[in-house]
């Protein structure tokens, strides 16, 4: 099998996505797309569907049915993760996305919320976040992995606001059934897609890569900036949580907008900020100021949830600071994964990766306990205060992480499905 390879040297056109490279990512992004689309379908109507079904009037069991995917999720991304450096990308999301696909199927047949919170376990369970993002950093250089990474960050930002548009229509004709039959094939689908058209890495290094030491594995978890990354991710996302506990009454009281049209909002803030976004990191990119844009962009949330502390009730004030707060969260969303591929020792990346992952998964889980619990007792500006607070201690801390080391000279060859030679990235 021939090979050809590119070296990652700074050329003119180093920060350019090669054809390889936007492929990959492209496929990678619909996979994200495909599962999170059927996922965020189901979001909008399962309270509302689940208090109907036998079991529906414990509110607490409903809570669990919805938070326990987090929790699953947080359980299973670092042995997942660890298990993709050992065992291969592939099978481990192949793998995930059939136990997903098995959750889909328990949620279609379900007929009480007990069920229910066994399927949303079962596709929790199916963690291939960590897996994913490993497979993009193998395939693509550090010159553009950040672009790669928004790619995914874009599908799954245009797909959340596309099934706020699409999810009260599914359910109407095909029922919360229905949205996990759906959820189920577009799982599958997904396989296909990791199969046959994904390109599988084959590292120069890959000896290496299978021999990792106990050492490398315990620096994932010790390392200082690792650290200060997966906290960030952490504070993102529990930060964003909270904050939409609050947004949506905002939006009713604010702009009188009833809660089925509040995509109207959504919609044109996500694009916007990705329009904004994308020229802020390509400069950080080219100039080397990656640690200075993700200072800006903790600083940029922390302006804005100062800014709802003071201007909460002021109408389309509210949408301005929403397109702010999602430029700052999509540049973090986009850098700090591709930040911690970087860091990590490439023996563990994955492990890397799961680790992350797994903070983010509980800062979700926390936000929208802790947003749930601020927003009762202390009402909005108590969420806006506290996660103004934690902002402000992220950004000190974050201070003190080192700026990411030059761009290494490496070679990283794939072989694509389709005939088993190497593609340059």
Same mark, same amino acid.
């Given at each position: ?63 669990l ?20 450096d050992k ?28 069920? $229910?919170?066994?399927?949303?376990? &079962?596709? !929790?369970?199916? /963690?291939?976040?960590?897996? +994913? #993002?490993? %497979?993009?950093?193998? =395939? ?29 229509? $599914?359910?109407?004709f095909?029922? &919360?059934? !229905?949205?996990? /039959?759906?959820?189920?094939? +577009? #799982?599958? %689908?997904?396989?296909? =897609? ?37 906290? !960030? ?9 909270? %904050?939409?506990?609050? =947004? ?7 702009l ?11 919609l044109p ?76 020792p ?14 983010q ?19 909005a ?45």
């Open positions: 099998m021939s090979r050809k390879t590119v070296s990652h040297t700074a050329a003119p056109d180093a920060f350019k996505m090669l054809p390889a490279e936007r492929k990959a990512a492209g496929w990678l992004a619909s996979i994200y797309a495909l599962r999170m689309f059927g996922m965020f379908m189901i979001l909008p109507v399962f309270s509302l569907h689940a208090t109907g079904m036998p079991g529906g009037d414990n509110l607490s069991l409903v809570g049915a919805m938070g326990i995917y987090g929790l699953a999720q947080a359980c299973m991304q670092i042995p997942l993760g660890w298990a993709s065992l291969g990308r592939k099978p481990i999301i192949v793998g995930g996305l059939l136990l997903f696909a098995v959750g889909c199927w328990l949620g279609y047949v379900a007929e009480t919320v007990e069920q $229910l919170v066994w399927a949303r376990a &079962l596709q !929790g369970a199916g /963690a291939i976040s960590a897996a +994913l #993002s490993a %497979l993009l950093a193998d =395939v693509t250089r550090d010159e553009v992995r950040s672009k790669g990474m928004a790619m995914i960050g874009a599908s799954i930002g245009v797909t959340f606001a596309l099934s706020l548009v699409f999810s009260p229509v $599914l359910y109407k095909f029922g &919360l059934s !229905g949205l996990f /039959a759906m959820t189920g094939v +577009l #799982s599958i %689908l997904g396989i296909g =897609v990791v199969i046959f058209l994904l390109p599988t890495p084959n590292l120069v290094d890959q000896e290496a890569k299978l021999k990792g030491s106990f050492a490398d594995g315990w620096a994932v978890l010790t390392q200082p900036d690792l650290l200060r990354l997966n906290l !960030g991710i952490f504070t993102l996302h529990l930060t964003q949580m909270s %904050l939409f506990v609050v =947004v949506p009454s905002l939006l009713l009281s604010g009188e907008l009833p809660l089925a049209e509040h995509w109207k909002v959504y803030v996500v694009l916007g900020s990705f329009v904004l976004m994308v020229p802020l990191m390509v400069w950080a990119e080219k100039k080397a100021k990656t640690k200075q844009v993700k200072l800006g962009s903790i600083g940029l949330m922390g302006a804005v949830l100062l800014g709802f502390v003071l201007f909460s009730n002021q109408g389309w004030v509210l949408v301005l600071l929403l397109l702010a707060y999602f430029v700052g969260f999509n540049l973090l969303e986009a850098t700090l994964p591709s930040w911690v591929s970087r860091v990590a490439l023996s563990h990346r994955g492990l890397a990766l799961g680790v992350y992952n797994t903070s998964a509980l800062g979700l889980f926390a936000g929208g306990a802790l947003g749930g619990l601020a927003f009762r007792h202390l009402g500006q108590g969420v806006f205060e506290g996660a103004l607070l934690l902002v402000v201690v992220w950004l000190l801390l974050a201070m003190g992480i080192k700026a990411l080391p030059p761009r290494a000279s490496a070679v990283v060859p794939v072989r694509t499905p389709a005939d088993g030679s190497a593609s340059p990235l």
